[in-house]
């Protein structure tokens, strides 16, 4: 059975840290692109980071540039979200999700999601 657990949420004051994991069991994380998604109280889920299968080559959304890292471990079937320098409109539901192909909207599988929020 395919499954994506997130972990690594949590409560963090402004410009602090946390690390995201996202595991995998059912598949091998390191032929899927993983993508990192987040959904805020009211707002659309958007996508922040996704790291590739072919090359790992990645990509960051504008706001988190810099600040956030995205990295595999292919040996712990694992992802991980690096997120630095915290700021309150980073409070969000944070989702990691995995396709076959590439990163979109439309992921073929889904984390149920680890809760972030950052204090000003």
């Known amino acids: 059975q395919v499954q994506l657990v997130e972990s690594g949420g949590g409560l963090v004051q402004a410009g602090g840290s946390l690390r995201l994991s996202c595991a995998a069991s059912?598949?091998?994380?390191?032929?899927?692109?993983i993508g990192w998604f987040r959904q805020a109280p009211g707002k659309e889920r958007e996508g922040i980071s996704c790291i590739s299968s072919s090359d790992g080559s990645t990509y960051y959304t504008e706001s988190v540039k810099g600040r956030f890292i995205i990295s595999r471990d292919n040996a712990k079937n694992t992802v991980f979200l690096q997120m630095n320098s915290l700021k309150p409109e980073d409070t969000a539901v944070y989702y990691c999700a995995a396709d076959a192909a590439s990163c979109h909207r439309r992921m073929a599988y889904w984390g149920k999601g680890t809760l972030v929020t950052v204090s000003s």
């Open positions: 059912g598949f091998t994380l390191d032929r899927y692109a």
